[in-house]
């Protein structure tokens, strides 16, 4: 499983209908909530559905 945390913008494999890719991780637990940075809608998902969905993890922190 691959380590997320918050602030992280993830690029999924499957970008948002408005076009954008990135989502920014706003909040952790069974279901992460993602905002679109494109259209700044949000969207629960469950980590299993997640993590298949993941491109890349860009962590702002490193
Ligand atoms: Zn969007």
Same mark, same amino acid.
């Given at each position: 499983?691959?380590?997320?945390?918050?602030?992280?913008?993830?690029?999924?494999?499957?970008?948002?209908?408005?076009?954008? %890719? =990135?989502?920014?991780?706003?909040? &952790?637990?069974? #279901?992460?909530?993602?905002?679109?940075?494109?259209?700044?809608?949000?969207?629960?998902?469950?980590?299993?559905?997640? %993590? =298949?969905?993941?491109?890349?993890? &860009?962590?702002? #922190?490193?």
């Amino acid at each position: 499983m691959r380590k997320i945390n918050l602030g992280d913008i993830l690029v999924l494999k499957k970008g948002h209908p408005c076009g954008e %890719n =990135k989502w920014e991780v706003t909040r &952790i637990g069974a #279901d992460v909530k993602l905002k679109c940075l494109g259209c700044d809608r949000i969207v629960m998902i469950d980590r299993p559905t997640l %993590n =298949k969905r993941i491109k890349k993890v &860009i962590n702002l #922190d490193d």
